[in-house]
Nanobody
């Protein structure tokens, strides 16, 4: 049984930074792919980043490369998404997700790949 809980969202002006956290509870194997997704009103949920928890390999959507960084703290059972140089178009509800197995070879950026989801945390970037 896996439970995910996001936090760290809020309101920030363009150019600012936020760090999102996703606390994982339950029986977690190191061989997992954890993803970050976002969904703005009226739009589909899109993958922005992912990490293979066993090896630390990361993946990013083109829209966030060089601005967002995902990482993990095994001691705290926590996944992070550091978001820098935020833009208004980054405004969305952000979710973390988990699927067993490595991210490599998966379409990690698709919602349908994941079995477990958090409740989401809101990020609003103003101009």
């Amino acid at each position: 049984q896996v439970q995910l809980l996001e936090s760290g969202g809020g309101s920030v002006q363009a150019g600012g930074s936020l760090r999102l956290s996703c606390v994982v509870s339950g029986n977690i194997l190191s061989d997992a792919c954890m993803g970050w997704f976002r969904q703005a009103p009226g739009k589909e949920r899109e993958g922005v980043a992912a990490i293979s928890t066993g090896g630390g390999t990361t993946y990013y959507a083109d829209s966030v490369k060089e601005r967002f960084t995902t990482s993990q703290d095994n001691a705290k059972n926590t996944l992070y998404l550091q978001m820098n140089s935020l833009k208004p178009e980054d405004s969305a509800m952000y979710y973390c997700a988990l699927i067993w197995g490595w991210c490599g070879g998966r379409t990690w950026y698709l919602r349908s790949e994941y079995n477990y989801w958090g409740q989401g945390t809101q990020v609003t970037v103003s101009s």
